[in-house]
């Protein structure tokens, strides 16, 4: 059975830091990418952040700067540090994780920022 399990969301003043992880298993076949992707209330889902099984990194440009996505092959875990957090960065954040044939999602995790 594939898990997604993600922590790590919560609330936090501007200014603040969070950092998210998600940690996959019960895939069987090798994770290629891995990503974050959020949700605002009434938005569409966005990509924020993406990382390759070489560590190739690829950020939305409004997280450019602040926002580092990094992975732990052996672990199947990705991780999302988030500083410098800005209110218009509230949303649901989604891990997302592609394998040659197959893409899962994460359940989810409410990041707030107050301004």
């Known amino acids: 059975q594939v898990q997604l399990v993600e922590s790590g969301g919560g609330l936090v003043q501007a200014g603040g830091s969070l950092r998210l992880s998600c940690a996959a298993s019960?895939?069987?076949?090798?994770?290629?990418?891995m990503a974050w992707y959020r949700q605002a209330p009434g938005q569409q889902r966005e990509l924020v952040a993406a990382i390759t099984r070489a560590f190739t990194t690829n950020y939305a440009d409004s997280v450019k700067g602040r926002f580092t996505a990094s992975r732990d092959n052996a672990k199947n875990t990705l991780y999302l540090q988030m500083n410098s957090l800005k209110p218009e960065d509230t949303a649901i954040y989604y891990c997302n994780v592609r394998t040659s044939l197959y893409d899962y999602w994460g359940q989810g995790t409410q990041v707030t920022v107050s301004s």
């Open positions: 019960g895939i069987i076949f090798r994770i290629v990418d």
